[in-house]
């Protein structure tokens, strides 16, 4: 099998490493931050980035440059930068293990980020549940505090970073950057309409950047080793490396860092063990619970953002879901569907009343209730959603439904036909409570 | 101000955090936090505290305190046991493990054991999906269960207060693991 030699993961690969400041500089750490307070121009800075490639590893995969680039230039008044540490999107576990076992990368990532569009305050927004990493993330800010790393006048220079660690209280749309915002300022997490961006109106009305975790986690390893080293690894638009979180039917589930643009195949197979049991594979989603789902036909394809919209899916989170030969596509799909109404965050009716129905249609079929003109009716329910949303959400609730129709449609059929799940022939009897 | 339920403590908890902020409105969140931690639940008088404290109407800190998962708006158990059930989980048998807690416990999903200490909650991904199945209770995470490994969680809490077997630091595949 062929190893891949890791960026991020690194220094938690060392034995003994727990991400202390003291281990952390001991692997040179928090010098970019002070090369580029010393050093650069935050223009320099956007261009390093932007000439890297580094694309964001939240979910939508924008251009990390270009987003700190629509910072007005001219803006006098506060600037905000906020890390999304609301890892929510199911099958996606990678931050949460940046966060609790190197978070002085994450937070030197932070700092360089703020000199770059001229911030003075950051917050992290990390999700409510992710009790252990709040309180390893704010001792870590502590221990950056005291060794003057944030604070005032930093490395003898008139720029001041300020951090705050911001908890979320249970919603997964908080991951929504606007959503986001809307919490920070102690609100219902509900997505603002866009434009205006958050760079331009973000926090408090004032130019806003929101960075992943594993975005910014980057950040030091770019400048330290330079936008061409980084454009170098991966492919030619989706450049370095990606934490893939791989969980479901697999031998060996884990976070695994490769180059963006390694088949799913190397993936599953190789990097992960290959499926439970040497069982035969049914469908894959290459990206979080909000991307469609694949089948094994797809397996050649690669991880990259354009290959795998190509293939009809998104590479979004890097949540890498497998299901094998005996996972019931209907249940599946119902499972994703409970999850989403569940956090539909009500702003939108196409959405909110929307995945409502769509629910207790998969649960009549599930249930062996279902009728022929069902499946229909699920389609017709996803268009009412697709583009009358304000936020991505209504796209990223239909993927599941309309994928496992268009790619295991007989199994729809089957239960219908047959008045039963033929995978769970006590379904019915589940769904009754 | 006259308080109603909430201490001096949580008081000047929650008033520490305005000057991280240009808003006090932004403590709303962790204010509901230290609120439930001291109140065990956020009753409506928690609420008009937290309101008045935050210079909010009750509404707005109640809008709020309904939209978020977290907060419970009714007193649950001394451990609340909540099991993720989103897919990753489902697939390798999050159901069993709810089955087997709600017969262990005897209580169904929602319900808490009639001396108060456990309650049994179904809630959605936790970011743990390598790991799975996986609860999370209190505020630690326990992972790659299986009944044998619950029994000695739960009589580690009922004793101890604690248990060894929560998760700590994650990393997954574990160092070492990998052949």
Redesign the interface.
């Known amino acids: 099998m062929q190893t891949y030699e890791p960026i991020l993961l690194k220094n938690m690969s060392r034995p003994g490493y727990v991400g202390s400041l003291e281990d952390y500089r001991g692997v040179g750490g928090y010098a970019m931050l002070e090369k580029v307070l010393k050093e650069m121009s935050p223009s320099d800075l956007i261009d390093i980035v932007k000439k890297s490639g580094l694309r964001g590893r939240g979910g939508a995969g924008f251009s990390t440059g270009m987003k700190w680039s629509f910072i007005p230039k001219d803006h006098t008044g506060p600037r905000y930068l906020c890390c999304n540490a609301d890892e929510s999107e199911p099958g996606t576990f990678k931050d949460r293990q940046l966060i609790e076992r190197d978070p002085h990368q994450m937070l030197e990532g932070i700092g360089i980020a703020c000199f770059a569009i001229g911030a003075h305050q950051a917050y992290i927004y990390i999700r409510g549940e992710f009790d252990l990493g709040a309180e390893i993330i704010q001792n870590a800010i502590r221990e950056a505090y005291d060794a003057k790393l944030f604070g005032k006048d930093l490395f003898g220079t008139d720029f001041d970073i300020d951090v705050v660690l911001h908890r979320g209280a249970g919603a997964y749309i908080c991951g929504e950057e606007t959503a986001l915002l809307e919490s920070i300022e102690g609100k219902r997490g509900k997505p603002r309409t866009k434009p205006p961006f958050p760079a331009i109106h973000g926090l408090y009305q004032e130019p806003t950047v929101v960075n992943n975790v594993e975005t910014l986690a980057n950040l030091p390893y770019i400048l330290k080793n330079g936008p061409e080293w980084y454009a170098g690894i991966g492919t030619q638009k989706s450049t370095g490396t990606r934490i893939f979180s791989v969980s479901g039917h697999v031998k060996r589930p884990g976070n695994y860092e490769v180059p963006l643009g390694i088949t799913l195949r190397e993936m599953i197979y190789e990097i992960a063990g290959g499926v439970r049991e040497d069982k035969e594979l049914k469908a894959i989603i290459p990206g979080g619970a909000s991307a469609p789902f694949l089948k094994p036909e797809h397996l050649d394809a690669r991880m990259d953002f354009e290959s795998i919209a190509e293939v009809g899916s998104m590479l979004g989170s890097g949540g890498v879901t497998v299901m094998d030969v005996d996972t019931c596509m209907v249940w599946a799909a119902m499972n994703l569907m409970e999850f989403f109404h569940h956090e539909s965050c009500g702003k939108c009716t196409p959405c909110r009343e929307g995945s409502a129905w769509i629910l207790q249609v998969l649960r009549r079929i599930e249930g062996g209730l279902g009728k022929p003109e069902d499946i229909d009716l699920l389609v017709s329910l996803c268009e009412r959603i697709e583009g009358k949303t304000v936020c991505a959400f209504g796209e990223a609730e239909i993927g599941p439904i309309l994928s496992t129709i268009k790619n295991f449609r007989e199994e729809y059929e089957t239960h219908i036909a047959e008045k039963r799940c033929p995978y769970r022939p006590d379904a019915a009897l589940a769904i009754a409570h | 101000m006259r308080l109603k339920v909430l201490s001096d403590k949580a008081k000047e908890a929650i008033e520490v955090q305005f000057p ?4 006090k ?6 204010a ?2 230290i609120a439930q931690e001291e109140i065990g639940y956020l009753s409506e008088s928690a609420m008009i505290d937290v309101a008045d404290l ?1 210079g909010l109407t009750p509404v707005q800190v109640y ?2 305190a309904t ?5 419970n708006l009714k007193p649950v158990g001394k451990y609340l046991i909540q099991v993720c ?4 989980c ?3 048998g999050a ?1 069993s493990i709810v089955t087997y807690l709600q017969e262990k416990l005897g209580i169904r999903t929602g319900e808490t054991t009639s001396d108060g200490l456990f309650t049994l909650k179904l ?10 199945p996986m609860m ?1 209770i209190n ?3 326990y992972e790659q269960l299986t009944p044998e490994k619950m029994d000695r969680i739960l009589e580690d809490l009922k004793r101890d207060g604690k248990s060894p077997l929560a ?7 574990v ?1 070492g693991e ?1 052949s």
């Open positions: 991280s902020y240009p808003d409105r932004s403590v709303l969140l962790p509901l936090r935050l809008e709020v939209f978020y998962s977290q907060y059930k989103t897919l990753s489902a697939l390798v159901g809630v959605e991904c936790l970011a743990a999906c390598g790991s799975a999370q505020d630690r995470y998760t700590g630091p994650f990393m997954l595949p160092m990998r």
